[in-house]
């Protein structure tokens, strides 16, 4: 009887992982519909740091290193997910670096939270921050190639977000908590 018992929490809480992924990919592709282009650079604002940040805090290293690979996959195939809607060309353009960091960004941000055993604000907002910053680093790499110049990348693609992308950080670190006591219901 133990042994079914054993296997009914292991599928309960597969699924229940696979859900929360699947809805954390949906809410990052979600994210994406609420961009403000702006006029001086390729880069929009969006809404997809706060969520993939988010995603790692909830899920954790591979969870949400999965709901990023999962809504990169989603564009892949050919759903126009991305803040432009154009789909897999998303791949090919400016902003490429950034989709892809979300990844090693969800993953980063989750690791650094399962490691540390962060359970407090400051402790998610300085996780979050390395997040942003991973997403910097490689969102601004690819912008360099495409634009000719890290000068010019670091201009367009990271000064103008910054201040956004701190209180990003603080919103997903004040909801992390409640997002891992939802989950664990």
């Known amino acids: 009887m133990q042994s079914r018992s054993l296997s009914v ?24 519909r609420i961009t403000i282009f702006l006029p001086f650079t390729p880069v929009p604002i969006t809404l997809q740091v706060l969520a993939v940040i ?78 942003v910053g991973i997403i910097y680093l490689i969102g601004a790499a690819w912008l360099g190639v495409m634009l000719g110049s890290a000068q010019k990348a670091w201009a367009l693609g990271v000064v103008p977000f910054i201040l956004v992308d701190v209180i990003k950080a603080a919103v997903a670190a004040g909801v992390a908590e409640s997002g891992k006591m939802l989950l664990r219901r």
Not at 12 to 30: D, E, G, N
Not at 82 to 109: C, E, K, M, R
């Open 9 to 32: 929490y292991i599928n309960q809480t597969l699924w229940r992982s696979v859900a929360a992924i699947v809805i954390f990919a949906a809410l990052i592709a979600l994210t994406a």
């Open 54 to 131: 988010l995603a790692g805090l909830v899920l954790g290293s591979r969870g949400g290193a999965f709901a990023a690979l999962t809504y990169l996959g989603m564009i892949a195939v050919g759903l126009p997910f991305d803040a432009s809607g154009i789909g897999p060309a998303a791949f090919f353009g400016p902003t490429a670096g950034y989709l892809i960091s979300y990844v090693p960004a969800a993953f980063v941000v989750g690791w650094i939270s399962e490691r540390f055993s962060i359970h407090n604000w400051w402790g998610n907002f300085v996780a979050a921050l390395v997040g």
